[in-house]
């Protein structure tokens, strides 16, 4: 897999000149937690290695994290979060034709604006990151958060993550696709089938 960057301008994260790496593909499941992404990209590599398709999964990195999340995070363990995710997609182009993330950097950034407020700089390179994705599917709520040990379920909190994620993506006007709450068994195949159109279309 090649990877391609842009030029260094002095801001690198700014203007449209500002080119970002190109994958043979990386896509990513979006939203709050508890709605059933990590279970959507199991589905989908396994779906796409039985089709031959070389594809890796980039775990949720917020579980490893030294530091406390959910409404107990802060800034530095956000950084940390949000660094490890570039840095893991990073790590799985190198080796594979297809990267199935289990959310995007956008995502770790609304916790980040939750606890934290707004932060230009990092927005920035958010926003310039967001570019390297080839295609987004918004997980919608669908009902009360399943309690796994590690993520805060108090609904307020869930609800208003999406609402974040939501209000992030209309304001950058980022392209995406929302997955119908009324149509869950179809949603690993939606998926599929993008991955396999855009890959085909690449070959």
């Not at 993520?151 to 980022?174: N, P, S, Y």
């Amino acid at each position: 897999m090649t990877l391609l960057y842009g030029p260094s301008p002095a801001f690198p994260f700014e203007g449209a000149g500002a080119d970002v790496r190109r994958l043979d593909m990386k896509l990513a499941f979006i939203g709050t937690h508890g709605v059933g992404k990590t279970t959507l990209c199991y589905d989908l590599v396994a779906s796409l290695k039985r089709r031959g398709v070389n594809a890796d999964m980039v775990k949720e990195v917020a579980r490893l994290s030294p530091l406390p999340i959910n409404r107990q995070t802060s800034l530095d363990a956000q950084l940390w979060i949000l660094m490890t995710q570039v840095a893991e997609e990073i790590r799985s182009a190198a080796q594979h034709d297809a990267v199935v993330c289990d959310r995007s950097v956008l995502d770790n950034y609304a916790y980040l604006v939750r606890a934290c407020g707004r932060q230009p700089e990092i927005e920035a390179f958010v926003v310039y990151w967001m570019r390297s994705y080839d295609a987004l599917f918004k997980v919608p709520i669908t009902g009360l958060a399943t309690p796994d040990g590690v993520r805060d379920v108090d609904d307020a909190f869930v609800t208003g993550i999406d609402a974040l994620v939501d209000q992030l993506l209309v304001e950058h006007d980022i392209a995406h696709q929302r997955l119908r709450g009324t149509e869950r068994a179809q949603w690993a195949s939606v998926a599929v089938d993008a991955v396999v159109d855009r890959l085909a279309r690449r070959a």
